[in-house]
């Protein structure tokens, strides 16, 4: 739904989303008025005070004030409440009321000026009661006030006053000169659209230098992130109810799904590798994963332990010790390295927690259970990182030997790029393999450090022809076809359940925003009750929402043209709107260039209802599965905790060993065992 259209300009709220915060005032404005009707009648509209005639004047004028703002709102709710989402023709009376529950403010504000007088100047000798309700009244309504106008700087749209020129029945040269203007309209609301999301960026980064290589990012990230509902006319709550509902079709869709074959080997492993050896080296690998997160994510696993452990080695005096450290001023982070681990001190050849954008802290250390020279990423742990997971866009990276078009996510292309620098210029590696000259090299990480540790590998994989890479959780959005088809000897990535990032691409992101277009567009329901049915899905549970929709009379060759609903949506072509008869579209995948999964993957799934118990046994259930499989974005409660590092070591812990947990998955215990 567009956005409201009231004072001459487009804010970001739509004439559908005022039903909420509406309920929630009419409430206040009841209350207060009943408080106040009870407040006048007990004196019988007598006070025996200095003030009594103003102090009588001031509350029948504030009960006449709250009685127009409660049937202003009545009127805002009720209308708000009409139409669906791109049926906005039964509210079109909201700016009229809009303006109305404005012009109402005056008086508000002019009766909070003359209580405050009154309390201040003619209440003496009145009532203690009386008066703290009046002063109750004066606070009130400037609280009211204050979030009224927090409110409208949350929904002001820098872009509302622009408008495109509206196409006409001309003859046509004149048509042909409003299409021109339509696209510098277009261009010029673009490169608005890109300043204005610079400024939030620059905003939101205020802490960080704000250097060549930071103005660089944020300018590309503008770019993509401005882009990407640039041709559609869609608010959050849009949004929110869209991915509501997509939720519940996709639950559907897999409930009536038959179960999947569980492959219990790779078809490009080697013989004897299967898939139950696999999940021992890589429950090895994540927990030097998760150590390359330091004190953080060990307090928050171990949040009773973890800061009395800490305690004792934070702030000591290692002066000789930090040669091999850098940035771990108080060695909090080396220190809980060591506890996650196991390894000494001595074991570790580098360990480096400097933090830059594209320059992303990692440990070198030798593995002497594994026998190897195990180079571990950090994941996204600071602003700075976001800014690299967010420099999405391809880079050119060619490899001897592979044929095809190389490119690769750029903000992890350039991580790697200065892994790999230090590890070779510095020479790190040479290092560790003249006191383990046996070893092999393994490559570890998690999230950001598990597509920077892929991308380390592929640059490493000629001079080290036997190394492994372990990469969990990495981002979708991260390699060519070539490419991913090239890591497959020796990147095994991990995913868990419905986890977001490893779907995360651009093409995914345009899928999503296509499929909440058509889905939005179709249902006829309005927008409160799917939000509020979707909250209630969410939180308890029950049966995917069954709400009738326009497509449900159609014909099934009338699927493949788009819906009105969903051409009212877009404000412009989309190239990823290319086709809606189908979700796998060649020419839908054609707008971005395509980024896959690195290696083999690795699928762990929870094995039984999607829905249970805190309480009750969680089992696992692990195979071998392809990119295609992550092509589309599941919305799930779990899309976000499937991703946290503890959840992935401990699932995998659970799948590798036999032993017994407790309590629930959400801590990651559970009677959990091995569903190969």
């Known amino acids: 739904m567009p956005g409201v259209v009231v004072f001459g300009r487009r804010w970001g709220i739509a004439s559908d989303e005022l039903v909420f915060p509406g309920v929630f005032e009419l409430f206040v404005r009841v209350i207060w008025w009943i408080c106040t009707m009870v407040l006048f009648t007990n004196h019988k509209g007598h006070f025996d005070c200095n003030g009594r005639g103003f102090l009588h004047s001031y509350l029948v004028g504030l009960l006449v004030v709250l009685a127009l703002i409660i049937l202003s709102l009545c009127a805002i709710v009720y209308v708000s409440a009409q139409g669906t989402i791109t049926n906005p023709g039964p509210r079109r009376s909201i700016p009229a009321l809009v303006y109305l529950r404005a012009l109402l403010c005056i008086p508000e504000l002019v009766w909070a000026c003359l209580g405050a007088v009154w309390v201040s100047d003619g209440s003496k000798g009145c009532d203690p009661a009386t008066v703290g309700a009046v002063i109750t009244a004066v606070v009130a309504s400037w609280i009211i006030l204050l979030f009224t106008g927090l409110g409208v700087v949350f929904v002001f749209d820098p872009l509302g006053n622009t408008r495109p020129p509206r196409a006409a029945m001309e003859p046509l040269g004149v048509r042909d000169q409003q299409s021109n203007e339509s696209t510098q309209f277009l261009s010029t609301a673009r490169s608005l659209a890109v300043k204005v999301w610079e400024c939030r960026l620059r905003l939101l ?6 250097d060549e290589s930071h103005r660089a990012a944020f300018s590309s990230i503008s770019q993509l992130v401005s882009g990407f509902f640039s041709d559609t006319d869609l608010v959050p709550s849009d949004i929110a109810a869209g991915l509501a509902l997509l939720h519940q079709e996709q639950d559907k869709m897999e409930q009536s799904r038959d179960p999947d074959v569980v492959v219990d080997h790779s078809p490009s492993s080697p013989i004897g590798e299967d898939l139950e050896a696999e999940l021992g080296k890589a429950a090895h690998c994540m927990r030097f994963a998760a150590a390359a997160y330091g004190w953080p994510l060990y307090v928050y696993s171990n949040p009773l332990s973890g800061p009395c452990k800490l305690s004792g080695d934070c702030c000591r005096s290692r002066a000789a010790e930090y040669d091999i450290v850098g940035g771990d001023h108080l060695g909090c982070h080396f220190s809980s390295i060591l506890l996650t681990t196991g390894l000494q001190y001595r074991d ?21 259970k594994r026998e190897a020279v195990l180079v571990a990423v950090r994941g996204t742990l600071s602003l700075r990182d ?26 992890m292309c350039q991580a790697a790029s200065y892994i790999y620098k230090k590890l ?15 070893y092999k090299l393994v490559i570890t990480g998690h999230s950001l450090g598990a597509g920077t540790a892929s991308l380390l590998a592929i640059l490493l994989r000629n001079s080290f022809p036997t190394l492994q890479c372990y990469s969990f959780s990495p981002p979708g959005g991260l390699l060519s076809k070539a490419l991913a088809d090239y890591s497959k000897d020796f990147v095994v ?21 296509r499929k909440i277009l058509k889905i939005v567009s179709n249902c006829n329901k309005p927008k409160y009750r799917i939000l509020l049915h979707g909250c209630w899905y969410e939180l308890f549970g029950g049966d995917p929402d069954d709400f009738p929709t326009e497509m449900d009379n159609r014909r099934e060759e009338e699927l493949s043209q788009p819906l009105l609903g969903e051409e009212s949506l877009m404000i412009g072509h989309s190239s990823s709107y290319q086709s809606l ?14 980024l896959f999964l690195p290696g083999r993957i690795l699928h762990i799934t929870e ?45 995998l812990k659970s799948l590798s060993s036999d032993r017994p947990f407790s309590l629930c998955p959400s801590s990651l215990n559970g009677n959990q065992h091995n569903a190969i």
Request: aromatic residues 6%.
């Open 424 to 438: 070779v210029n510095d020479g790190i590696l040479n290092q560790a393999f003249s006191i383990a000259p046996e």
């Open 581 to 594: 008869a189908s979700d796998d579209s060649p020419a839908r995948m054609a707008a971005h260039l395509p």
């Open 205 to 210: 980064c205020c802490c960080l230098p704000q």
């Open 386 to 411: 976001v800014l690299t997971d967010l420099s999405a866009e391809c880079e050119n990276l060619p490899v001897e030997g592979v044929s095809g078009a190389c490119y690769a996510h750029k903000g």
């Open 607 to 651: 094995d039984g209802p999607s829905r249970r118990s805190c309480l009750s046994q969680v089992r696992y259930r692990a195979e071998w599965s392809t990119e295609m499989a992550f092509r589309s974005i599941l919305i799930s409660p779990r899309m976000l905790a499937d991703h946290l590092p503890d959840a992935v070591l401990h699932a």
């Open 493 to 513: 990535s991990v995913v868990l359940g419905k986890d977001l990032v490893p779907r995360l691409s651009i093409p995914n992101m345009e899928d999503l925003k």
């Open 348 to 368: 570790f050849i580098h360990v480096s927690f400097h933090n830059r954008i594209y320059e992303i802290p990692f440990y070198v250390a030798l593995d002497h």
